[in-house]
């Protein structure tokens, strides 16, 4: 059975910074694409970070410089460094593992950035 977890979400002041992670089990990990995406309430889900299996990154325009997305292939863990959030960063943060057409999602983390 596949799981994702995510966890670290929360409330931050505007500024502030948070470290998202999600923990992966029921899948071979390593050979997997990892990826965030987020969705704010009347919004559609929008991809803010991929990490290929041989580690290439790649961000949404709008996180670029701010965010950073990393993996541990022997712990099974995909993370997201998020900093110098804006309250524009607010929204349920989700994991995803993508191989081929196989597609797992976690239940998601929600992030608030307000003061």
């Known amino acids: 059975q596949v799981q994702l977890v995510e966890s670290g979400g929360g409330l931050v002041q505007p500024g502030g910074s948070l470290r998202l992670s999600c923990a992966a089990s029921?899948?071979?990990?390593?050979?997997?694409?990892m990826a965030w995406y987020r969705q704010a309430p009347g919004k559609q889900r929008e991809l803010v970070a991929r990490?290929?299996?041989?580690?290439?990154?790649n961000y949404a325009d709008s996180v670029k410089g701010r965010f950073t997305i990393s993996r541990d292939n022997a712990k099974k863990m995909v993370y997201l460094q998020m900093d110098s959030l804006k309250p524009e960063d607010s929204a349920v943060y989700c994991c995803?593992?993508?191989?081929?057409?196989?597609?797992?999602w976690g239940q998601g983390t929600q992030v608030t950035v307000s003061s």
């Open positions: 029921g899948i071979i990990f390593s050979i997997y694409a």
């Open positions: 995803n593992a993508e191989l081929g057409p196989l597609r797992y």
């Open positions: 990490i290929t299996p041989g580690g290439t990154t």
